[in-house]
Structure formats: structure tokens, C-alpha cells
């Protein structure tokens, strides 16, 4: 998956209500780890932490990336 043109808050658990763990940009790419109704659990790398980390994000931020596609090169 991939961020579109908003930056995405990535939370500690699949509600509005419950801690902020970070930022996504747009354009940023993140790995699928599982779904919870409007929810999508993500691998992510943490810039500040220098490190990969997970969360759960609201799919509405989120496109789906082609499997061939350049930014998933990377992955």
C-alpha cells in the first residue's frame, strides 16, 4: 500500500481514540499486516527511530500498489 496526497496518523489500535504512534508521508510505501473493518494494520519505517515499526492506519489514506510496481521494488 501506499499513502495518497494526505499524510496518514498511524495509531496503537484500530480506533479514532487510542494513541498516535507516528506520521505517514504521501507517497510512502507500507506493508499489509491485517485488516479490522476501516482499519489496516502496516509495517512502516519510523524516520526518527531509524527503525520498522507497525500501526494501524485508516484505509481511506491508503491506495493499493501494483506487485510490479517501482515503488514496491524496494520492499
Do not use: C
Not at 35 to 54: C, N
Amino acid at each position: 500500500f501506499m499513502v495518497r496526497e494526505r499524510p496518514a496518523t498511524v495509531r496503537s489500535e484500530p480506533q479514532s481514540g487510542s494513541s498516535v504512534e507516528g506520521m505517514l508521508l504521501p507517497n510512502e510505501v507500507v506493508r499489509l499486516l491485517d485488516k479490522q473493518g476501516k482499519w489496516i494494520e502496516v509495517e512502516y519505517y519510523h524516520w526518527l527511530h531509524e527503525e520498522y515499526r507497525t500501526g494501524w492506519v485508516l484505509k481511506k489514506y491508503l491506495q493499493r500498489v501494483p506487485p510490479n510496481s517501482s515503488a514496491t521494488q524496494n520492499q
